[in-house]
């Protein structure tokens, strides 16, 4: 007797524009996922919103009578629902976008002004993958984290008598996806000036990651920015891959600079978490500090096991914490992991690590930790 078929996933789309309603309902339904309703405006999709409780909400940014950013801290306050924002690829889109994963969206999709339809035909793909990433969101940790990132920075844990080490002796390199906008802020500012130089990619397009950066450095004590071809990584410094290039870490004598580079999807991405990974195993090896948080996938998972053969320290975001635990999941299963920390421990634990010398590893056991196979 065959096994009974997985529910589809339920999708409301609300967007003013007819078309894209269209186009969008016409994708996903084509994939497999049911639009159960849609809407022009959020005054008219509450009504539909609360009585049908889809499993994912697609909703417009900028629309009449009520933006989507509002609709969204309305829905997340009182009837919690994984959303998808859908953006247009301009300087305001990308930081309102940005405005609505700080605010609990789970990740967007992106439309131009002009050549809607072809446009969406090339995207198909990554539309559907993001709704079916949506749809397995945690919301407890998505929930969380608006509480964790609050306007006041973090306090950072007391630093004791022993120096971080010596200016380019250790480098931090991190990888997220799905979830990542929010978790990377609580990290990024519980971190000091003192902080060895941080390279970090972020599944991102391109355009997305400046106002990423920008963000980030107006929050933190320390300097983010998105990465440039030929930059040194320095102490107090963040680097964030340009969205649409690959990032890699190269030695230059005592220092570290990255190089940014195109190339093809890695792991069905670009920026790659394993192309990073996997250069900062090959080049820094024990003096590397790794961590792979939340995402959808596998990217990253093999380039951390790659760091932790190297000699460095690796830690991945543990299932409670983690929006989408599909990365962190697979570098665990992959023996890749040194630590298994919840969100909130992930940058005590890179301070302690950078006041260990290069090759040695400050012990913690890995306990309690699911790492079945089945998708997340």
Do not use: Y
Request: with cysteine; hydrophobic share 45%.
């Amino acid at each position: 007797m065959n096994a009974p078929r997985p529910p589809r996933t339920r999708v409301m789309i609300v967007d003013d524009s007819a078309v894209v309603r269209k186009h969008l309902s016409d994708r996903l339904e084509a994939a497999g996922i049911e639009v159960v309703a849609t809407a022009s405006d959020p005054l008219f999709a509450w009504p539909k919103l609360r009585s049908l409780q889809p499993d994912v909400l697609v909703l417009d940014v900028e629309m009449p009578r009520m933006d989507g950013i509002s609709f969204l801290r309305q829905v997340m306050a009182e009837q919690p629902t994984p959303v998808v924002m859908c953006s247009t690829l301009t300087e305001a889109g990308c930081e309102v976008t940005l405005e609505a994963l700080a605010a609990g969206a789970v990740g967007f999709v992106t439309k131009p002004k002009a050549g809607l339809k072809s446009f969406l035909e090339d995207q198909a793909n990554d539309l559907v993958d993001t709704v079916r990433s949506a749809a397995r969101a945690n919301l407890g940790a998505l929930g969380a984290l608006p509480q964790a990132a609050r306007p006041a920075p973090l306090t950072p844990p007391p630093l004791p008598a022993a120096p971080l080490g010596p200016p380019g002796s250790r480098v931090i390199a991190m990888g997220l996806s799905t979830g990542g906008v929010q978790s990377i802020e609580v990290v990024l500012r519980a971190l000091p000036v003192q902080t060895p130089g941080i390279v970090i990619v972020q599944h991102m397009p391109a355009g997305f990651t400046a106002s990423l950066a920008a963000r980030l450095n107006g929050l933190c004590d320390i300097e983010v920015a998105e990465a440039r071809h030929g930059e040194r990584v320095l102490p107090g410094r963040a680097l964030i891959a340009p969205g649409g290039r690959h990032m890699r870490l190269r030695r230059q004598g005592s220092q570290f600079v990255v190089e940014v580079i195109d190339g093809p999807l890695i792991n069905h991405h670009r920026p790659s978490v394993d192309v990073l990974f996997r250069s900062v195993a090959q080049q820094a090896g024990a003096a590397a500090i790794g961590v792979i948080m939340t995402g959808m996938g596998d990217d990253g998972a093999r380039g951390l096991r790659d760091m932790h053969d190297a000699g460095a320290l690796t830690a991945a975001q543990d299932q409670a914490s983690s929006v989408v635990f599909g990365m962190p999941k697979e570098a665990i299963r992959l023996g890749a992991a040194d630590a298994v920390l919840p969100l909130p421990e992930i940058a005590p634990w890179l301070l302690q690590q950078a006041r260990v010398a290069p090759g040695q590893r400050v012990a913690r056991a890995i306990s309690g930790v699911n790492t079945d196979t089945s998708p997340h």
